[in-house]
């Protein structure tokens, strides 16, 4: 038997969704509950200090969420090249259907409040270093030097985010697809 999902959750799985697609200040409270199904109250009881604490968590999630699906993704392919390819192609996918976007990107919420929202900024860092940090670890495990690896993590953080955002204006993967090629270039 399928395990009951909690207010809580569904809360926060609208609220993310909400925020990736509308952004921090795009997305009230109301909007919140009316989408979530959850009863007014629920939402300050389980996020007694309000939208600020819910878009912590949705960050701290959408972290998770993608580097999950990073790891498997990573992990095809017997060279880093094969293995990035594979991942920028996974994404570029899920942006041909703009309806089925979820855990994709915080690109959006993180220049909405980089300089607003000090809790917020630190959390989108935080989540941008540990994906940046994984594309170094699988650079590395390949056989890359440290300096090269790190400096190109950099890059591919920078490239996927951008992509993402041409994406979703686009409508479709393109854009990631096209940085994928170049990827390639980078990676030969």
């Known amino acids: ?4 999902e909690s207010t809580k959750d569904i809360i926060l799985k609208t ?3 909400l925020f990736q697609r509308q952004g921090y200040h795009g997305t009230g409270l109301n909007q919140i509950i009316e989408e979530s199904g959850a009863p007014k109250g629920s939402i300050y009881y ?4 309000g939208k600020e604490e819910i878009a912590l968590e949705a960050i701290h999630q959408m972290k998770r969420d993608i580097l ?3 790891q498997e993704d990573l992990s095809e392919g017997e060279t880093a090249a094969e293995a990035f390819q594979f991942y920028i192609n996974k994404i570029a996918s899920i942006f041909d259907h703009p309806k089925t976007m979820e855990g994709l990107s915080i690109g ?3 220049s909405e409040i980089s300089s ?3 809790n917020l900024r630190l959390a989108c860092e935080a989540a941008f270093m540990d994906w940046q940090a994984l594309y170094v670890n699988k650079l590395k495990a390949h056989g890359m030097e440290t300096e090269k ?5 950099l890059t591919i953080t920078a490239l996927i985010e951008g992509a993402c955002t041409l ?5 479709n993967g393109d854009p990631l697809r096209v940085i994928g090629k170049q990827l390639l270039l980078l990676l030969s």
Do not use: Q, V
Request: glycine share 4%.
């Open 1 to 4: 038997m399928a395990k009951k």
């Open 15 to 17: 609220a993310t969704c």
């Open 46 to 49: 389980h996020f007694p200090n």
């Open 68 to 70: 999950e699906r990073a």
């Open 108 to 110: 959006l919420i993180a």
């Open 116 to 118: 607003t929202h000090e």
């Open 149 to 153: 690896a790190e400096e190109l993590g």
């Open 167 to 171: 994406s979703a204006t686009h409508k």
